[in-house]
């Protein structure tokens, strides 16, 4: 340790820790990713809310929104640090992820580049909905994440928000430095408010524990050595007590900056891949997104509220590329000597119709219905040749619902609905790229028209016998498309039409949940166990290349989840949350689940550990500790595919509150623990994959309110 970390270390040990991340009971928090405000406590499913403090400071020690989503949440699989989520998992299945309700996700082409849509510094709430659940629609199969943006203040007053950060390696290098600046203003006049914000950031290199650069992802997408610009804006206007209408635009872009190229690694002798100055080839990848929404809610129709959404999102991500075998056609280039990189595209927008209506009639009994609608054109493109790799593949979805809650008792509650989803996936014929094929001649493949018709259900309970002591149990599905683009581009049979492929057919996941909450002063243990299954579910496995495959199998994951906090005086808040997953899938298709999922489908089991200190006075801060577990992977006959060790990161954050300006001082992996990634290590064999993590991360935010 040099003794410029000697002394960072040292002041950070000597001052007190952070600030409690969520000090709000749960009956004073509401949830809006439940399509109506609702208090926590009231629905049979597991909700975590994360307010704005928290996000602040998890800001300063994460690299993307999910990392701060990992950070928080346990059962959401170790962060590959990376601008693609690829490996990345939650409850061992995909998440969906939303900004104010409009979803993020793509699962027409996965390209995992869902969960770096926005900037932070824009969101000033996270709810994390947990299990399979079809209350947004399509694409939830592990859970729902929400992104709730800025607001402005109720006092009338305009309020205006600057923050200034910079972020490097422990040593300072000057290519691991980064800076951000963000600026937000915000006022409510008479019946109109407005906020609109800012951001620009520019990231420099990671290092490792070692000190070396840790390599880039040059194909998939890397956050290191990028930059990138969020401009966002919020309309509102009440013309009485009862209405209201709002209009959301938050655009996006983040874009490596092509200074750096990568050397693989050499797992045999355990040394991971690298950066060097160079120029790669071809664009550099980036993601480009831009999300909007119009809301209207009356809160006085008919005894009930009804509420109303229409959004869009355009979305693009171009990824890097290579001369991959998968790309060669000799019509165009001699093979192994094209070279290619691919960009996804997705053009989306739908509508959301709810009706709440309390205590219908005088009774116990509360009516949620609505009407969803979404329509999602996809295609994915070969940047460099123009050639379509994934043709345009539109998808039409509309789904009514009802849902009703029954107070049997003061102490008892029942809950039950039904979702309707009626889709069709329109897919046009076309040709496949010449690799397909052993003659490396293209494959024609006859479009069609698929659709689908599945009927949705959930059935909860809520049992509070004593305040404070709440159980629940739940029965829920949830419902969404394999990786369309991933099983069309894969075509390799001549004369193959689109009505032949079973592994179009949707998937549906059961998620079976029960759980206790047990909340007195001075502390709070939350309990939960969980089934997900899917008969015909969804699974990637890589190909020659690195890129992955679409395999439908049952899949079965099982896991429980404890968490806990304990305040034995004010200023002082201790926290403690464990996951504990395991999941399989049919290999021999009997039927049963008999091996591993791997590392690309579920995470490890982990342990948080957090110690808040807030004392009276200027001073605060937060330690938090980040346990992985070991974890093996075996197949049918019980032998080792992968192998996972674990490895312990330490974070901490001090923040001063100064008369005018908050400067907070944060160490990401605190004692500079060197270690490969959980995806380096155990979701991929390539040699240019095998990532290390982050070493020793300072990071220093200046931030004021006026």
């Not at 054109?377 to 789904?399: C, H, I, K, S």
């Not at 029965?475 to 592994?503: H, I, K, N, Q, W």
């Not at 312990?648 to 907070?664: C, G, H, I, K, M």
Request: glycine share 10%; hydrophobic share 40%; net charge negative.
């Amino acid at each position: 340790m040099s003794p410029k970390s000697a002394s960072i270390v040292a002041a950070l040990l000597a001052l007190p820790c952070a600030v409690p991340a969520q000090d709000a009971v749960l009956e004073e928090i509401v949830v809006t990713a439940t399509r109506i405000d609702t208090s926590p406590v009231s629905i049979p499913i597991k909700v975590e809310v994360f307010d704005e403090r928290e996000i602040r400071l998890q800001q300063t020690l994460a690299t993307n929104p999910s990392e701060i989503v990992s950070n928080l949440v346990p059962s959401f699989s170790p962060s590959r640090q990376k601008m693609t989520g690829a490996g990345e998992s939650f409850r061992g299945r995909r998440p969906l992820f939303l900004i104010d309700g409009v979803p993020q996700s793509n699962p027409l082409r996965d390209g995992r580049r869902d969960g770096v849509t926005i900037d932070m510094e824009m969101v000033e709430r996270v709810e994390v909905v947990f299990g399979a659940n079809a209350i947004q629609g399509l694409g939830a199969t592990g859970g729902i994440i929400n992104y709730v943006t800025a607001t402005p203040p109720d006092t009338g007053e305009l309020e205006q928000r600057v923050s200034v950060g910079m972020t490097g390696d422990d040593e300072l290098d000057g290519d691991g430095v980064g800076w951000r600046a963000h600026y937000s203003a915000g006022q409510k006049i008479g019946e109109f408010d407005f906020i609109g914000s800012v951001s620009v950031e520019t990231r420099g290199l990671q290092y490792d524990g070692d000190g070396r650069a840790i390599a880039l992802d040059s194909v998939q997408g890397d956050v290191a050595d990028s930059r990138s610009r969020d401009l966002f804006v919020k309309l509102g206007w009440e013309p009485d007590e009862d209405q209201r209408v709002q209009l959301m635009l938050n655009d996006f872009e983040l874009e490596q900056n092509g200074d750096f190229v990568s050397v693989p690694g050499d797992r045999s002798i355990g040394l991971p891949a690298i950066s060097v100055e160079g120029d790669p080839e071809g664009i550099e990848p980036i993601n480009d997104v831009t999300t909007a929404s119009l809301n209207y809610t009356h809160t006085a129709v008919a005894g009930g509220t009804l509420s109303a959404q229409a959004y869009y999102q355009d979305f693009s991500a171009l990824y890097g590329g290579g001369r991959f075998d998968t790309f060669q056609d000799p019509a165009i280039a001699p093979v192994g000597t094209l070279f290619d990189q691919s960009e996804n595209n997705s053009n989306k927008v739908g509508t959301r119709f709810t009706y709440a209506r309390p205590e219908i009639a005088g009774t116990r009994l509360d009516l949620i219905a609505g009407l969803d609608f979404v329509r999602d054109e996809t295609f994915q493109r070969l940047a460099q040749t123009d050639r379509n790799w994934v043709p345009t593949t539109r998808f039409n979805n509309f789904a009514p619902f009802v849902q009703l809650d029954y107070a049997a008792t003061d102490w008892l509650s029942l809950s039950g609905g039904v979702r309707q989803e009626y889709a069709e996936l329109d897919v046009p014929s076309f040709v496949t790229l010449a690799a397909n094929s052993p003659t490396l001649q293209p494959v024609a493949v006859r479009g069609g028209s698929p659709d689908f018709d599945e009927l949705l259900s959930n059935v909860g309970f809520v049992i509070t016998p004593v305040d404070g002591l709440r159980f629940y149990g739940t029965y829920s599905e949830a419902f969404t498309m394999p990786d369309v683009g991933r099983v069309l581009r894969g075509v390799s049979e001549p004369g193959t039409a689109v009505a032949d492929f079973l592994t179009l057919s949707p998937v549906v996941t059961d998620n079976r949940e029960i759980g206790v909450a047990f909340e007195k002063a001075p502390g709070e243990v939350r309990l939960s166990y969980f089934e997900s299954e899917s008969d015909f579910g969804s699974r990637l496995v890589p190909n020659v290349d690195g890129i992955y495959e679409v395999r439908r199998e049952a899949t079965k994951i099982d896991g429980w989840e404890l968490s806990g906090t304990y305040r034995p005086v004010e200023w002082l808040a201790i926290g403690a949350a464990y996951s504990n997953l395991d999941g399989s899938f049919d290999a021999d298709e009997d039927g049963v689940p008999d091996s591993d999922l791997s590392a690309a489908d579920i995470g490890p089991d982990r342990l948080n550990l957090t110690l808040d200190v807030s004392p009276s006075g200027r001073f605060s801060g937060r330690v938090q500790v980040f346990r992985y577990e070991d974890k093996a992977f075996r197949d049918l006959a019980g032998a080792e595919t992968a192998r996972f060790d674990g490895y312990t990161t330490v974070d901490a954050s001090v923040a001063a509150a100064l008369e005018r300006v908050t400067l907070t001082l944060s160490v990401a992996n605190l004692l500079d623990e060197q270690y490969i990634s959980y995806y380096g290590q155990a979701a991929t064999t390539l040699d240019d994959r095998y990532f290390a993590g982050r070493g020793r991360t300072v990071a220093l935010r200046a931030s004021t309110r006026f």
